[in-house]
Nanobody, 124 residues
Framework: QVRVVESGGGSVEAGGSLELSCVAS????????LAWFRQTPGKEREAVAS???????KYADFVRGRFTATKDNRKNTLDLEMHNLKPEDTAMYYC??????????????????WGQGTLVTVSS
């Protein structure tokens, strides 16, 4: 059974840092693609970062240089270090996983398995 579980959300002041963790289980091999998305009420879920087996990472323009995604193929985890957080980073953050090989696109349709989310709140 596939499970995707996020942890590490919380509240922080603008300019601060947080680290999110994601564990994806139910695959006997390393997941080809893991990714982080985020969503605020009334808005579409948007991609934040993705990571593939070869260590290739992709980032949304609005987090590049501030966020770092690190994938551990042995543990099937994807950590997201977030620095210089801004109030507009406030959102529910979701981890996603997919069995399919290929480019780990920053699109919601690329991923078939999702966690329940972890809330990040950044105050000004």
């Amino acid at each position: 059974q596939v499970r995707v579980v996020e942890s590490g959300g919380g509240s922080v002041e603008a300019g601060g840092s947080l680290e999110l963790s994601c564990v994806a289980s139910g695959n006997t091999n390393p997941w080809p693609c893991l990714a982080w998305f985020r969503q605020t009420p009334g808005k579409e879920r948007e991609a934040v970062a993705s990571a593939g087996r070869g260590g290739i990472t992709k980032y949304a323009d609005f987090v590049r240089g501030r966020f770092t995604a690190t994938k551990d193929n042995r543990k099937n985890t994807l950590d997201l270090e977030m620095h210089n957080l801004k109030p507009e980073d406030t959102a529910m953050y979701y981890c996603a996983a997919d069995f399919n090989w290929g480019e780990c696109l920053l699109t919601r349709s690329r991923y078939n398995y999702w966690g329940q989310g972890t809330l990040v709140t950044v105050s000004s």
